[in-house]
């Protein structure tokens, strides 16, 4: 069974950093394009950053040149590091593939 859970959400202040952590089980990540979402308060859940097998990453505009996603395969896991946060950072972050979806981790920034 494909299991993604992820973790390191918390409380930041405007301008923080927040490293995020997606564990995958039950797949060989090695194999898979990881992609991170997010879901604000209200609002339809949007692309955040994908990383291919090969490595190669794609951003969504919001986003670009603040947060950087990685993979460690060895560890099956999936990073997002996230700096120069602001209050439109806030919400539900998840990782998924083959259209399997973590929990979700949760992101406050404040003011």
Do not use: H
């Not at 972050?93 to 920034?109: D, K, L, P």
Request: net charge positive; charged share 15%.
């Amino acid at each position: 069974q494909v299991q993604l859970v992820e973790s390191g959400g918390g409380l930041v202040q405007a301008g923080g950093s927040l490293r995020l952590s997606c564990v995958a089980s039950g797949i060989v990540l090695s194999t898979k394009a990881m992609w991170w979402y997010r879901q604000s308060p209200g609002q339809q859940r949007e692309f955040v950053a994908r990383i291919g097998t090969s490595g190669i990453t794609n951003y969504a505009d919001s986003v670009m040149g603040r947060f950087t996603v990685s993979r460690d395969n060895a560890k099956s896991t999936v990073y997002l590091q996230m700096s120069t946060l602001t209050l439109d950072d806030t919400g539900v972050y998840f990782c998924n593939t083959n259209n399997i979806w973590g929990q979700g981790t949760q992101v406050t920034v404040s003011s």
